[in-house]
């Protein structure tokens, strides 16, 4: 408990500043915490990630989520993304199918994934640092109150092959404290008011669920693969995916309803 707790006061230190400052120096942070992430995909698999498969991989998971500033006016990132796919499946052919349908699959997939994610976490802080804040605020709202709640009050399993720790009970109470967290902030905040305050309750609410299956997904392919945490390089918390799991699933939606 107490190196966890060392570990996130470290990171706050490091990370709020960097969030509040936004611009390119943020933009390289979520690059790097992208490129991370898909390295922690490679490990699980135990598959090397100093290789060319990792590093198309890497392009390919770059072609989808720099920030359009990166890129020359008028370049179609689907079109890099794309290429890198090719050169990964002729790569099997050259491999002798050491890297195989399978691989390329994973890793295409990993890279789309984690790449639009963080895409849409560099552009919600574009939005500005409040959207930003809100959706953060909202997902640590929904970890903690489900935690806490499914502690002291869980007994109905939400998913026992997949999270045997999670319960019906803390999903629900996670959701409720991400309600009032979120209802509060948009409230006092009213430029993130995009839509009337009754449905922004309703969104927060949908972010919150939304979260909580990104956290499961995470959970599925972590016990697929035989691992407790996506990565070391957080001790006592894990990798990065351990750490983004929510969000990544989150952002998108919320671009969806166009509030990035």
């Known amino acids: 408990m107490r190196q966890r707790v060392i570990t996130a006061v470290v990171a706050l230190i490091l990370f709020i500043p960097i969030v509040i400052l936004g611009g390119t120096i943020f933009d390289i942070m979520a690059v790097l915490l992208g490129l991370v992430g898909l390295s922690e995909i490679f490990i699980m698999r135990k598959k090397i990630i100093v290789s060319l498969e990792a590093a198309l991989g890497a392009l390919a998971l770059l072609a989808i989520m720099v920030p359009d500033s990166w890129l020359p006016a008028g370049v179609n ?150 691992v407790k945490d996506s990565g070391k390089i957080l001790p006592g918390h894990g990798g990065i995916l351990d750490r983004f799991d929510s969000l990544l699933f989150v952002l998108p939606i919320l671009h969806l309803f166009t509030l990035i």
């Open 77 to 226: 990132r689907l079109y890099f993304f794309y290429l890198f796919i090719m050169i990964l499946l002729v790569n099997m052919v050259f491999s002798r199918n050491k890297i195989n349908f399978d691989d390329v699959g994973v890793t295409v997939l990993a890279a789309a994934y984690i790449g639009t994610g963080f895409h849409y976490f560099i552009a919600a802080r574009q939005t500005g640092l409040t959207m930003l804040l809100y959706i953060l605020f909202v997902i640590w709202a929904t970890d903690i109150g489900a935690y806490q709640i499914g502690r002291k009050l869980g007994k109905h399993k939400l998913a026992p092959q997949i999270s045997p720790n999670k319960t019906w009970e803390g999903s629900i109470g996670g959701s409720l404290c991400a309600v009032i967290i979120g209802g509060a902030f948009t409230y006092f905040v009213p430029e993130l008011q995009i839509y009337t305050w009754p449905l922004m309750l309703l969104l927060t609410l949908l972010f919150s669920v939304v979260g909580q299956l990104g956290d499961l997904v995470e959970s599925s392919y972590k016990r697929y693969y035989g």
